[in-house]
């Protein structure tokens, strides 16, 4: 596998943490929603949860280094740094 360019690196990575923000205030919205449903008695408690499961298995699927592919873990706001391969994230 050919290396990737530096700067496309950082790229990606600034379009990964987007998109894992982007879920986690999805994730709080149909939280939200789930204990609202719950409350109210809806039909809708069960396909939420599902949602919310769907979205966990996707953030943790695609929180991975550009380069090497390697899981990243529960790290977030203080990685600048691949733990793997050691690539300049930001």
Do not use: H
């Amino acid at each position: 596998m050919e290396p990737l360019d530096p700067d496309r690196v950082k790229t990606q990575f600034a379009k990964l943490v987007s998109t894992q923000i982007l879920v986690a205030v999805l994730a709080g919205v149909l939280a939200l929603a789930f204990v609202v449903s719950l409350f109210a008695a809806s039909d809708l408690a069960i396909p939420i949860f599902l949602a919310l499961i769907v979205l966990g298995l996707y953030s943790n699927l695609r929180w991975r280094c550009p380069a090497c592919g390697q899981w990243f873990g529960r790290r977030f706001f203080f990685l600048e740094n691949c733990p793997r391969c050691g690539v300049d994230l930001r």
